[in-house]
């Protein structure tokens, strides 16, 4: 039995748990009850999602992993490189890729790191590195081979960025895999000359919100997705 008491102080209410119930022994059969509500009975599965809707509770299959920002999928641009990453060029984009890792390697400034960044180039990404990585994806959907194939799954206003004489930089989950990033990176800012990226030991990169546009080398607008990776108002131009 379980009573939803929530924090009361805060106002707050669960609405959709999930129980492991790995260490209740198979052989026992008892009810699951929410609230008064008997929600399950018999053997209880390892692992129970629950939802209330209606003033009732239900049993639910989880949530898409890559349904909204949660914990670990919620950006900005640099908590890419806070974990396993992979920089994937594209045709012609070898340069690009190098002078914005270098910049990212050897900030200006007192902060310093060394060692060489994992890079490959788009036609050699295999299916273990979209399961292992974040996925530094540099180019456009005309010279990136990975990022062709998701194009279409990504921010339009951002993609098409180009097409105005634009770049983009932006974060975003990985269409083949929610669990991790894929960060559309199409024109220099960390390699700027004077990009505007500077605060004593923090990271250029950490700089950088969701998205970025550039025009002529400045940065002309930046911003966050919401909670559910949809442009906000402002960085959708509307």
Same mark, same amino acid.
């Given at each position: 039995?379980?009573?939803?008491?929530?924090?009361?102080?805060?106002?707050?209410?669960?609405?959709?748990?999930?129980?492991?119930?790995?260490?209740?022994?198979?052989?026992?059969?008892?009810?699951?009850? $929410?609230?008064?509500?008997?929600?399950?009975?018999?053997?209880? /599965?390892? @692992?129970?999602?629950?939802?209330? +809707? %209606? #003033?009732?509770?239900?049993?639910?299959?989880?949530?898409?992993?890559?349904?909204?920002?949660?914990?670990?999928?919620?950006?900005?641009?640099?908590?890419?490189?806070?974990?396993?990453?992979?920089?994937?060029?594209?045709?012609?984009?070898?340069?690009?890729?190098?002078?914005?890792?270098?910049?990212?390697?050897?900030?200006?400034?007192?902060?310093?790191?060394?060692?060489?960044?994992?890079?490959?180039?788009?036609?050699?990404?295999?299916?273990?590195?979209?399961?292992?990585?974040?996925?530094?994806?540099?180019?456009?959907?005309?010279?990136?081979? $990975?990022?062709?194939?998701?194009?279409?799954?990504?921010?339009? /206003?951002? @993609?098409?960025?180009?097409?105005? +004489? %634009? #770049?983009?930089?932006?974060?975003?989950?990985?269409?083949?895999?929610?669990?991790?990033?894929?960060?559309?990176?199409?024109?220099?800012?960390?390699?700027?000359?004077?990009?505007?990226?500077?605060?004593?030991?923090?990271?250029?990169?950490?700089?950088?919100?969701?998205?970025?546009?550039?025009?002529?080398?400045?940065?002309?607008?930046?911003?966050?997705?919401?909670?559910?990776?949809?442009?906000?108002?402002?960085?959708?131009?509307?």
């Amino acid at each position: 039995m379980i009573e939803n008491k929530g924090s009361d102080q805060l106002g707050l209410r669960v609405t959709a748990p999930t129980l492991r119930l790995a260490a209740v022994p198979k052989e026992l059969e008892l009810p699951l009850k $929410v609230d008064g509500q008997q929600v399950l009975a018999g053997q209880m /599965p390892e @692992i129970v999602n629950l939802s209330k +809707g %209606a #003033g009732s509770w239900r049993v639910v299959e989880a949530a898409p992993a890559g349904r909204g920002k949660r914990h670990g999928m919620q950006g900005p641009i640099g908590d890419a490189f806070n974990s396993k990453f992979l920089a994937v060029y594209g045709e012609g984009d070898q340069e690009l890729a190098i002078a914005e890792l270098d910049a990212l390697r050897n900030p200006p400034g007192r902060l310093v790191i060394h060692g060489d960044f994992p890079m490959k180039p788009a036609t050699r990404v295999t299916p273990k590195d979209l399961e292992s990585s974040n996925l530094i994806l540099f180019g456009t959907p005309g010279t990136n081979a $990975v990022l062709k194939r998701i194009a279409g799954s990504l921010p339009k /206003p951002l @993609i098409e960025a180009q097409r105005d +004489g %634009a #770049g983009a930089v932006f974060i975003y989950p990985n269409p083949e895999n929610p669990n991790r990033y894929v960060v559309v990176w199409t024109a220099r800012v960390l390699s700027l000359p004077d990009n505007g990226l500077s605060a004593g030991y923090i990271l250029p990169v950490n700089l950088l919100p969701d998205c970025a546009l550039l025009k002529a080398g400045r940065i002309v607008s930046a911003g966050h997705f919401d909670g559910d990776w949809k442009l906000k108002a402002a960085e959708n131009g509307q």
